[in-house]
């Protein structure tokens, strides 16, 4: 059902009446890329149970997420913008399903319906304090704290506290080496924290990985809270 990404749910409903028709559920697997940067725009995505992560990819072919999107926000926001194209790439950093959307549909709509254009501006607003965020934290946080705070960016956007990810993706996602991730997932192993096995982690404990967590967290979810207030809560593990 659409209900399953909030921001869908939170359209007025005569737009949701227009829109809902010509959603397609897709399917999302782990590590597709739904866009290159510099590919037009065609369609827009709203995960349900899969998070994306955007990327600026250098020429070098080294990568750094700037931000992650999940159930709360759609994928595709420069279809809004005029540009009709993207400087990041889009990849699936946890697989599941996604609604996608004729990107001119929802422009139309965006165009002539205020609500939406204050939801969508809001949104993006929040996505935007994601990205500065994710900037700072990456200059100035520990390889340590840059985990958790992922890890928790990662568990707000999921139905569980399981994640089906590689330690060599999380090194891309971050822009750090491989051995960095290592060595702060087998720290919060030993502090039973996580769990760990090829490919899968498991968080058993999300109190302790907001107090090893650095303030950039604390400073997206605020600024997230504020400005989607449709986002329920998600209650600590």
Not at 25 to 53: C, K, M, N, Q, T
Not at 69 to 83: S, W, Y
């Amino acid at each position: 059902m659409p209900q399953h990404n909030h921001l869908l749910a939170a359209l007025p409903l005569e737009v949701q009446d227009r829109l809902y028709p010509h959603l397609e559920l897709i399917a999302l697997p782990l590590g597709e890329v739904l866009y290159e940067s510099g590919d037009s725009l065609r369609h827009v995505f709203f995960p349900v149970d899969s998070i994306v992560s955007l990327l600026y990819v250098m020429e070098s072919g080294a990568s750094a997420e700037i931000s992650v999107v999940g159930n709360e926000g759609l994928i595709g926001v420069a279809v809004f913008m005029g540009g009709e194209s993207t400087s990041s790439r889009a990849l699936v950093q946890s697989g599941g399903y996604a609604y996608r959307l004729l990107g001119q549909r929802l422009k139309d709509e965006f165009n002539r319906h205020g609500e939406l254009l204050h939801l969508i501006l809001r949104y993006t607003q929040a996505l935007i304090t994601q990205m500065a965020q994710t900037a700072v934290c990456n200059r100035h946080h520990s390889i340590d704290q840059q985990l958790c705070r992922w890890l928790l960016l990662s568990l707000d956007r999921l139905p569980s506290n399981k994640l089906t990810m590689t330690q060599e993706l999380i090194a891309n996602m971050l822009g750090v080496r491989r051995e960095g991730v290592t060595d702060a997932a087998g720290k919060l192993q030993r502090l039973g924290i996580i769990e760990y096995s090829r490919g899968h982690i498991t968080v058993l404990d999300r109190k302790g990985l907001e107090r090893l967590s650095c303030e950039c967290y604390a400073v997206v979810k605020r600024e997230t809270d504020r400005l989607l207030p449709y986002i329920a809560t998600r209650q600590p593990l």
